[in-house]
């Protein structure tokens, strides 16, 4: 019985033992996956956008180079969404009398504040290589900067600053409404205002 119970053990220890070469190299041989993440703010100011249109676009491109005879050549389109509105520290000044009740409001023509992507790449209709001069990564950079080029002076802007001016118009004459003034508005083409808004929307100038 003694032998035989020695035998058993044997046994047991002869089969964790053969257990161990085989996770040792499981864990010596598996992939081993590290990654390490680190964010560092290189800058931090202050905005103060007021955007009061946004409308959606879409740019074609179409891209054809030639070489020697040989051309490559894409045809892509995106959708952009265009936020339209004003920069209030640089857009807008406002000058109140309070005895007359009156408040004039100078503001810039309303103009581009962000471009974003609606789809994350381009759409591609035609994607052809050329004889010679094949298609590279710097041919596609170049379709996306193109793309976005054309989205910030599509003809569709115009119906979004006209919107943007008539909702500023509205905003303002609301704010006012409440303490009964009459308020008159002087849009002005690209000219940075001397007396802007520099701490709030909400900050008067009062003469």
């Not at 974003?116 to 591609?124: D, S």
């Not at 596609?140 to 119906?159: C, F, G, P, T």
Request: aromatic share 6%; net charge negative.
């Amino acid at each position: 019985m003694v032998a035989l119970a020695g035998l058993l053990v044997a046994y047991q220890v002869m089969i964790k033992a053969a257990t161990v070469p085989e996770s040792i190299i499981h864990s010596l041989f598996a992939d081993k996956v590290t990654i390490h993440v680190q964010n560092d703010i290189m800058g931090v100011k202050p905005i103060g956008e007021l955007a009061l249109a946004k409308i959606r676009t879409r740019s074609i491109v179409d891209y054809v180079t030639v070489y020697l005879g040989s051309s490559k050549h894409i045809i892509a389109h995106q959708a952009f969404d265009v936020k339209i509105g004003w920069d209030v520290h640089s857009d807008i000044s406002i000058v109140t009398n309070p005895d007359a009740r009156t408040a004039h409001i100078t503001a810039s023509r309303p103009h581009l504040l962000s471009l974003t992507h609606v789809e994350k790449t381009p759409v591609l209709l035609l994607r052809e290589d050329g004889v010679i001069n094949k298609l590279t990564p710097e041919d596609m950079m170049e379709v996306q900067r193109q793309l976005e080029n054309y989205a910030k002076v599509s003809d569709d802007l115009k119906s979004g600053c006209d919107m943007a001016t008539e909702q500023f118009q509205r905003y303002f004459t609301a704010l006012f409404q409440m303490q009964k003034y009459t308020v008159t508005f002087e849009f002005k083409d690209g000219t940075r205002l001397d007396s802007p808004l520099l701490n709030s929307p909400v900050e008067i100038q009062t003469k």
